[in-house]
């Protein structure tokens, strides 16, 4: 049974820095793409990072220079580390983990991430 588990999530105030863990096991972790998504509410969900399995990395532009995805494949864990937060990165924050097809595609339950102002 596959399983992915963030970790991590928390109140914060704004300039401060939480870093996010993800756990995925039942699945063979060095062949997925692993993202993280955050939902503010009252919007849908949106991309935040991900990196592949070679390690190739792509971060949203609102975050990039502030946060970073990273991943340990001998863990199979993947990590988000925000810094300089801003209220507005305040949601719901998910992390994914799919094959490069999209044939496999599975949702973590998600961290709550608060910045206060």
């Known amino acids: 049974q596959v399983q992915v588990v963030e970790s991590g999530g928390g109140l914060v105030q704004a300039g401060g820095s939480l870093r996010l863990s993800c756990a995925a096991s039942?699945?063979?972790?060095?062949?997925?793409?692993m993202g993280w998504y955050r939902q503010a509410p009252g919007k849908e969900r949106e991309l935040v990072a991900f990196i592949t399995s070679d390690g190739g990395i792509y971060h949203e532009d609102s975050v990039k220079g502030r946060f970073t995805i990273s991943r340990d494949n001998a863990m199979s864990m993947t990590e988000l580390q925000m810094n300089s937060l801003f209220p507005e990165d305040t949601a719901v924050y998910y992390c994914n983990a799919a094959l490069p097809d999209r044939s496999r595609n599975y949702w973590g339950q998600g961290t709550q991430v608060t910045v206060s102002s």
């Open positions: 039942g699945l063979t972790f060095g062949s997925y793409i």
